[in-house]
């Protein structure tokens, strides 16, 4: 064991715990002498480019003095020991063991089960790593993530059975049918904001899917991170799922893996990395990434019901820290003053006087993340721009909910996703000016319009292009398992929730199946003047012209 006191962010390599026996590689453990809910540990992430490196901190704070220990059991998880794992899944898949349908029920209802056994732990990692309220981990985690088992449990066996195809006169007879099968073996990496329903929402859609699968939490969630290590460990077969924690080592050496499919949730950035390593073995990804969701309200809403679900999607769902949070508001000039008084009224009903103090808002996830916020706010352009809110508290990882009006449209909090508890609201002449600012960028995973106008939200749906769009509320389509959730353009590729989850992770396999009986020579050479003639109508769909050729009548 070694011991170090410091004053500043230290930067340490995480090693990995490989849930599954004797995978257990290397773990590290990390307890604080103050606050172990805030004072965590520091990673710099660094991950190579073709030219140069890129680097980004994801951390927790330590500004604090920090002790940690290391505990060896194994050797370090490299590339070598990421190979080997691979390894071993597919020997376990290529044993036909996940594909059966008993299986994949069983590691669902484990699954249920484990949710039901221990809600009581996973809320309270939830508040460890975020300080996220219990009705708010609820509602935004355990009950989404039941509900994904449940749907797969329930319809499962529909989901598995081959669909009917038609056929035509060119295959005469015969039937069709569309096979879904397992893809492989999968890795799915999660994120932060979301820790939990963000990595066991896809490893349902996958289990269900009869994959084997690898999944890596994130290490800026390590509470979540290591609670689904032991959990799974200990109700599903770890024989075909694997849990791997740790940081850019880890993912590194996972991503340098030949895999079936890759499942990626984060931001952009990471996501061009997790693409490029894919493409060196031509593997399918699918990317649950984000972007400026915008928000437009109209004048002629309920002003008080609009506040309401406005702030319950920007800073009700992780104090904003939410991929399909609203990132920025347009409005008219006449109008912005009724809505913003309506958002501080509305505001301190939700969180009283004092933001700060309450107990029903998330806390910023690390020290790295609090100083990027406030460097968007205390930005020279935008520091003046302050409506409402702007408090903050270091030692605490708290920013109240923060209001401006008309910030520049160069300005960094404008140029990049906020991800956070910042709403910079822009006014316009017009409403329909909206469609030039929001197109001009680029398209967002979900976009908002709260209006009365019919007319306006046909135009709006026509002409904004977005991963998902909900009219007059916010975020709630995410809860729907009947439409899918993913990205459009840098805002991601692919999709996922309910079938569209068990698809995700299927191969669609065409299969014809013929008879012996009624094969035609016509297909076969040698080819005729008569031959061309049937083929023709049959092409075509003439069929009284292909008789006539079949009884020897010719167009000359």
Known sequence: MMTASLSIAIIVPLHS???????????????????????????????????????????????????????????????????????????????G????????MLQLKSILKMIEEKEREIIKALYNDLSKPEQEAFIAEISLTKDSCKLALKELANWMRPENA???????????????????????????????????????????AGNAVVLKPSEIAPATSSLLAELLEEYVDTSALR??????????????????????????????????????????????????????????????????????????????????????????????????????????????????KSKDISRIVNLYHFTRLTKLMDEDKV??????????????????????????????????????????????????DCFAVINSRSKPLASYLFTNDEELKKEFVRNVSSGGMLINDTILHLTLSSLPFGGVGESGMGSYHGKFSFDAFSHKKAVLYRIFEGDSSIRYPPYTARKLQILKGIVDGDIFRALLSLIGWSEN
């Open 17 to 95: 715990r490989v849930g599954g026996g004797a995978n257990r590689s290397f773990r590290t453990r990390f307890t604080n002498e103050t606050n172990n809910s805030l004072h965590m540990h520091q990673t710099l992430i660094c991950f190579p480019d073709q030219h140069q490196s890129r680097c980004f901190l994801s951390s927790h704070c330590c500004s604090a003095t920090l002790s940690f220990m290391a505990e060896e059991e194994e050797e370090i998880f490299d590339v070598e020991r990421a190979d080997l794992l691979v390894k071993e899944l597919r020997k376990v898949f290529n044993s």
């Open 97 to 104: 063991k996940t594909k059966s349908y008993e299986w994949r």
């Open 166 to 208: 038609e056929t035509s006169i060119t295959t005469f007879p015969s039937s069709a049918k569309i096979v879904s099968e397992p893809v492989g073996v999968v890795l799915i990496i999660s994120t932060w904001n979301y820790p939990f329903l963000l990595s066991l929402d896809p490893v349902i859609g996958a289990l269900a």
């Open 243 to 356: 849990v791997v924690e740790g940081a850019v080592a880890e993912t590194s050496a996972l991503l340098e893996q030949k895999w079936d499919k890759i499942f990626y949730t984060g931001n952009g950035r990471v996501g061009r990395i997790v693409m490029a390593a894919a493409t060196k073995h031509l593997t399918p990804v699918i990317l649950e990434l984000g972007g400026k969701c915008p928000i437009v309200v109209d004048s002629n809403v309920d002003l008080q019901v609009a506040a309401r679900r406005i702030i319950a999607g920007k800073w009700g769902c992780n104090n904003g820290q939410t991929c399909i949070a609203p990132d920025y508001l347009i409005t008219t000039k006449a109008f912005s003053p009724k809505l913003i008084d309506a958002l501080r009224s509305e505001l301190k009903e939700f969180f009283g006087e004092n933001p700060m």
């Open 383 to 432: 520091s003046d721009k302050v409506v409402l809110g702007g408090q903050r508290n270091e030692k605490l990882l708290k920013i109240a909910p923060t209001i401006l009006l008309d910030v520049p449209e160069d300005s960094t909090v404008m140029q990049e996703e906020i991800f956070g508890p910042l709403l910079p609201i822009l006014t316009v002449d017009n409403l329909d």
